[in-house]
């Protein structure tokens, strides 16, 4: 069989599967980066948080941090950008019985990202690059209240 007769069954094939299969390339620009440059006069232990708002902008996020016992917190504030391309795929099958979805995105795969940690006086502890998934904390579920009448589990 040659190469074209091959190629044809194989499409003529997967055109009789009742699947929906497409492909996408995208290019994505989300926020500006930070840079180490933006940071060179923000120094631990001096600057306060206005003072890195007012250099960098606003952060994507802010998230709790470091909580006292007399509930005073800080703060973690992060900044995070994305100027990428890149292939995605979906797959979808339905029938009247079963269906299901499948999708790939390689562009949000990894995130850059770089976090401000401030104390509970909201002064500049430290700050690190890296990707939002492994610079922030994994997200932990809250212990279920005990109530003085019901023993503890």
């Known amino acids: 069989m040659s190469r074209a007769a091959r190629s044809l069954s194989a499409a003529l094939l997967l055109a009789a599967l009742p699947a929906c299969v497409t492909g996408s390339y995208d290019r994505v620009h989300l926020q500006e980066p930070v840079r180490e440059a933006d940071l060179a006069g923000l120094a631990p232990g001096v600057a306060a948080f206005g003072d890195c708002l007012q250099r960098l902008g606003a952060p994507w996020r802010v998230l709790e941090y470091d909580v006292d016992q007399d509930g005073n917190s800080g703060a973690a504030l992060l900044w ?8 995605g795929i979906q797959a979808e099958y339905g029938d ?3 269906s299901g979805s499948l999708s790939y995105d390689a562009v949000a795969a990894e995130q850059p990202a770089c976090v401000l940690w401030f104390d509970h006086r909201l002064v500049l502890q430290r700050w690190r690059f890296g990707t939002a998934g492994d610079l922030l904390p ?3 579920r809250p212990a279920p209240f005990a109530d003085a009448a019901e023993p503890a589990r």
């Open 138 to 140: 994994r997200r932990q």
């Open 96 to 98: 009247d019985t079963l």
């Open 80 to 87: 995070t950008w994305r100027d990428a391309s890149g292939w």
